[in-house]
């Protein structure tokens, strides 16, 4: 069993996005994504979960380093200006180099 | 004195503020308002299924009409008098020329409690209400611009939850009629206040959570946030008078008029606006207007209509 | 005209089509669910309180039969006309021997709004149905291989939500009875079909969500979805008549043998034939035969069980 | 034989120790909590509103008392007994001078399908009584020092999700009165004891659930969740004669008494006594004493006052 | 105050493995574990969380890097063929080196 | 795009912690945080997240590594004794360096 390297990028955001970014992250190279729904603080206050507006979900991407990039380069000029976003990302070691 | 579910408004906002840690949790919420929505929607439905649909035509219309002038005469004293960026100030206009499902229903209850008649057919107009004023918001804050994708503006409306289920109550209250939906009525007509009021604690819980915000965008909004309700329900009053409608009929499209929406427009702004900020919208709309329409203006509104129709000796 | 609240399952295909976000949360989708097997569960024990309970071991083990004969007939369809793969088609096989407890309760809303009678303990016989398919479905994927672990299996099916729920309703109901039970109607039996109705909702969004799977796996499962439970309901239908039972109860046991089920099997196969891929049967259960057996199946087997009932002069 | 939405609780009981997979999805609990809460506390709201509120002093008084008594004998029996560390005899001491909202709720419905009258204030001592063991549990475990943050203490006892229901409920209800709020009584009365079966087929999960815990900590807490209970009931018997109340009246404060609460004290003691290890408390007072209390106790409290009334010939 | 490394796994997998799984990561030397619902898309299609067999669970386990690799192997070994499940790692910093 | 490090902080805890805690973290120097329901077993039992008494959260804070630190050691002063927890971290990279 060989381990390879990968890049988890985690995407937190208005859940309002969860359907227009799932589509977009498969368009930009992605095989799959995890999504949870959370809650949180950030610069554009606190977003309870209690109600549509105020939901925030979690989006982790299992990923190639470059394509990682990519997909962060078009969060930033996609999203970052207008919702409440945070894109953070590491390497992780996975067992099956051509699923991801 | 306004409807005693008004009490579990007033729970909902103590509790918000003594910071308790009460919630109802987020999916029954959800559920809560799908089911005030369906059974709106079923009892229009119901109505419609009795009368001939077509003699309508004109008040949808008049009701279209309303959608239109609202954000149009919005829009400008939000630009100039309260000085918000165009985006702001085209996405507010947007959400006080839409409609609150959730004022509705508490004037639902407001009329029923007291047996006033209204149209059977008015959960129609407050569909059709729901939808100009979004139109017209996009176009305030882009004008013609080719961005605007108005498919994807036109499914975000008619594809969202709210319209989906008022429609959709609608179609099978009108296909099926009052007898075949005996069966469901327990859940749907029997529970609907009792829902309402769960609904109401934590729309209580919401409008007391943006208190904070309030403060911090100063008392434009807080002015705002009454006075254009009032502003609207006139206008939403003489329409009513000019569709020779009754008086609890005219009281409530004043409601509709003067209730400004949380759910609909919201979701279309933050996909076709998103440079506008959510939380000016929200906290003019959740903290300011609907305390004021549910616990003040309900039984206002009626009281002008009754003098109106008075006035003009309908 | 099959019940109104068919309606709603068309309201959540139509939601679904459409892309609507429209969702029922999913922790109220198993409410949803616990609250239709437990009012199945308590009206067929309230009934089973009232009468002996011996003489049902004949129609007890007649259906255990119909649990063993179906399976053992889809399984060489699925495999040589279907071409699937052995695994595959035993879980598919496992599927349609098995039951639907959502198909029951319309079927039941069916009869209930038409007045129909039908046998109190059919709820009893829906237990026992849904059963033996699993047993069948194990062994024809794996044969008599020692690798099995009926003790799992034997859990996974008892200890199940589904059984447990339907056990445990018809045994609160066997014990307690009408008159002890009647401060819990309002909640199990009064809110029954609005219930129902919410629960329809969302199966008609899952059920489109599977027509992308169907449009893949290609028109036999559609085919094989619609007429394995026809083939099935006269099966059900002439046990029915053999057992001796009423038009309603006929209908009832034909509705039964043509549902399919999505709770139970696909829960014990994952387990025990984790090789089977779950989209296949799901798609034909939840893709095509609930729709096929609410719309136009249950009016159908109504019809024929009239017909037999009629034929052979009982 | 005790009420047949037992039945629900052994469902959930029997469903825990097969280890199945049978839930109550977290938010419908939450929910389910929710309506009895508030519901309790209307149905006392409303009697409130009906009668002068004042000539209540005593009873108010006289219980706050019971919450102080009891934990204050529990104490010293959990500690040089059950050779528990000092914080955790406070803790649990605490639990048991409080009360179990879920008990009171079947009581209720034991005395309602029996037809028993108690006094309609009661709800009003279910609040009085919640309070008063937390303070005496805190400074139990800590003496007088000035760690404890006072400030905190009371808003995690009224701030609470108990607390600010049941007290909610019960202004909104004597506000109101019964005639207003006849629309919600569909949703918070006629539902109550289905809500109340759901409610205690998950209750019966935890109590299972918490059987290994009970094992590990060995018979004494076994025992004294037992013992303690019918101590307390006699307690609260005797002051239910001192009071003057009623047969029914006396069976439900001893069931007060001899309940131990689940919700705010475990809230309140995590906050203010950490270092006590709430799996001790939470088995005692769900894995013994709720148990006990619904199966054997409220009957059994019910027997007790009788006799007592007859004894003192009241 | 010390810090140690450990190796935090995550498996993302059918919520119908859940009691199963729990039970074997103990076995396999797990002192802990932490779940999240979560819903997702890959090879094996959309999972959307909506009712019982489209569910996805979200498993945390903080371990030692050799259990890691054994718990790995074994999920591998049983699950890959037949489940959607992806399993990845990366090492984290601890405090209490025999907590975990 | 120039790429900064910061730390990941998870806080897996009881629920009855999440007020208190978010304004502590926050007290501590976190610009944010993001809160996940979640249920597990560790050291103190089983947590089922089915009633209050036995729901975790999972706490994410992106943050400076020397914040990070100074939030751990106040997390095992004042937690680790008493309390259901666990909190492990690890570099993460970031586009906005000013915005954690
Ligand atoms: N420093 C942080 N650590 C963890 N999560 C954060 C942080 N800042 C923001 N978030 C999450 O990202 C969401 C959007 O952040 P923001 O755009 O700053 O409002 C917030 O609601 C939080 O859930
Ligand atoms: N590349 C990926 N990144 C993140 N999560 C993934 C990825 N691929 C799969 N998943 C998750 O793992 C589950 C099972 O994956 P699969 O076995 O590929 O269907 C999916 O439902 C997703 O939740
Ligand atoms: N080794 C571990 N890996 C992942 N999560 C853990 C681990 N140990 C504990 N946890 C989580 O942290 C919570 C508290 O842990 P403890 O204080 O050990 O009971 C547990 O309920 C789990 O959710
Ligand atoms: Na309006
Ligand atoms: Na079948
Ligand atoms: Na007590």
Chains 1, 5, 6 share one sequence.
Do not use: C
Request: aromatic fraction near 10%; avoid cysteine; charged fraction near 15%.
């Amino acid at each position: 069993m060989d381990i390879h390297i990968r890049t988890l990028l985690t995407i937190i955001t208005e859940s309002s996005l969860e359907s227009g970014l799932s589509k977009e992250l498969e368009m930009l190279g992605a095989n799959g994504y995890t999504i949870t729904d959370a809650r949180g603080k950030g610069d554009r206050g606190e977003r309870v979960a209690e109600w549509d507006a105020e939901k925030n979900i979690r989006i982790e991407v299992v990923i190639s380093g470059d394509i990682a990039l990519k997909i962060t380069d078009y969060l930033q000029e996609k999203y970052y200006k207008n919702f409440a976003m945070i894109v953070y990302s590491h390497e992780v070691k996975v067992l099956r180099p051509n699923k991801f | 004195m306004t409807d005693p579910i008004i009490l579990f408004f007033l729970l909902g906002v103590i509790a918000g503020l003594v910071k308790s840690e009460l919630r109802l949790p987020s999916q029954v919420y959800d559920s809560v308002s799908m089911l005030l929505l369906l059974a709106i929607g079923l009892k229009g439905g119901i109505e419609l299924n009795k009368q001939p649909f077509l003699d309508l035509a004109p008040q949808i219309l008049a009701v279209f009409l309303i959608g239109i002038i609202l954000p149009l005469i919005a829009f400008p004293v939000l630009l100039w008098i309260g000085r918000f960026k165009r985006a702001d100030a085209a996405s507010i206009a947007a959400h006080y020329g839409s409609v609150s499902v959730g004022t509705y229903a508490v004037a639902v209850a407001y009329m029923g409690s007291r047996g006033i008649f209204f149209e059977a057919h008015i959960p129609l107009l407050l569909v059709v209400l729901e939808i100009p004023a979004i139109v017209v918001g996009i176009l305030l804050a882009r004008g013609l611009s080719k961005q605007t994708k108005w498919g994807t503006v036109v499914h975000e409306i008619f594809a969202g939850k709210g319209i989906m289920l008022l429609l959709g109550g609608l179609v099978i209250g009108a296909i099926a009629g009052s007898d075949s939906l005996a069966s469901i009525k327990p859940l749907f007509f029997d529970l609907f206040k009792g829902v309402l009021a769960l609904f109401l604690l934590e729309m209580g819980l919401i409008a007391a959570s943006k208190l904070g915000a309030l403060r911090q965008y100063g008392i434009f909004i807080a002015v705002f946030g009454i006075l254009m309700p009032l502003f609207s329900s006139v206008v939403g009053t003489l329409f009513g008078i000019g569709l020779g409608m009754s008086i609890g009929g005219t009281a409530m499209l004043a409601t509709l008029a003067a209730s400004a929406s949380y759910i609909a427009v919201p979701a279309a702004m933050r996909i076709s606006v998103p440079e506008a900020n959510p939380t000016l919208s929200l906290t003019a709309s959740l903290g300011v207007t609907f305390p004021f329409n549910v616990i003040i203006g309900i039984p206002l509104y009626y009281k002008t209509a009754q003098w109106f129709h008075g006035f003009f000796g309908v």
